[in-house]
T-cell receptor, first 114, second 113 residues
Framework: KAGVTQTPRYLIKTRGQQVTLSCSPISGHRSVSWYQQTPGQGLQFLFEYFSETQRNKGNFPGRFSGRQFSNSRSEMNVSTLELGDSALYLC?????????????FGPGTRLLVL | GENVEQHPSTLSVQEGDSAVIKCTYSDSASNYFPWYKQELGKRPQLIIDIRSNVGEKKDQRIAVTLNKTAKHFSLHITETQPEDSAVYFCAAILYNKGGKLIFGQGTELSVKP
């Protein structure tokens, strides 16, 4: 099976813009979780989607949103970008809900906000 | 991580020595504890996980131990090799946070030849 893929891999935006990141899970996986990774903060949980429903949400402002489609592909959107949003955004998929089965990570999208 | 504390943040060992990384969690209902390894510029990859019905699990040079009473779990790497150099993350499923998989802050392991 193909692994988790994310597009784009690199992105440069300016403050105030918005961005949409995409994640395609492993075929058959129904759960997609999103994480923000920064050098000082490790892997911070953003949200988890399972069967098109947001199952959990982390402690991020409302500027961060996401959705999942019927084919389990997921997108996350960040509006009104701030410099502090510069990070590696990782998604991970699993067959069932996170914690019940192994999560497999994608390569990430590196976002730079200028 | 939110309620998963990981120590140490950096660890340097000589090749052939053992390395131990420890994590504590807050939710006594937690029952799943994976460990991920992230090499520089690569995605995190699962190296071992443990569920709360066992106290220890081994896979070649890697082992994880779990103490549910004390709410902590540890990763043990024996006979370390330079290719073990990476950042290691522990995680725990926290049901008091809605069933989220929360990661520790990571440990940067350096194995010196």
């Amino acid at each position: 099976k193909a692994g988790v893929t994310q597009t784009p891999r690199y992105l440069i935006k300016t403050r105030g813009q918005q961005v949409t990141l995409s994640c395609s899970p492993i075929s058959g996986h129904r759960s997609v979780s999103w994480y923000q990774q920064t050098p000082g903060q490790g892997l911070q949980f953003l949200f988890e989607y399972f069967s098109e429903t947001q199952r959990n949400k982390g402690n991020f402002p409302g500027r961060f949103s996401g959705r999942q489609f019927s084919n389990s592909r997921s997108e996350m959107n960040v509006s009104t970008l701030e410099l502090g949003d510069s990070a590696l955004y990782l998604c991970a998929s699993s067959p069932g809900v996170a914690g019940q089965e192994t999560q497999y990570f994608g390569p990430g999208t590196r976002l730079l906000v200028l | 991580g939110e309620n998963v504390e990981q120590h140490p943040s950096t660890l340097s060992v000589q090749e052939g020595d053992s390395a131990v990384i420890k994590c504590t969690y807050s939710d006594s209902a937690s029952n799943y504890f994976p460990w991920y390894k992230q090499e520089l510029g690569k995605r995190p990859q699962l190296i071992i996980d443990i569920r709360s019905n066992v106290g220890e699990k081994k896979d070649q040079r890697i082992a994880v131990t779990l103490n549910k009473t004390a709410k902590h779990f540890s990763l043990h790497i024996t006979e370390t090799q330079p290719e073990d150099s990476a950042v290691y993350f522990c995680a725990a499923i926290l049901y008091n946070k809605g069933g989220k998989l929360i990661f520790g802050q990571g440990t940067e392991l350096s194995v010196k030849p």
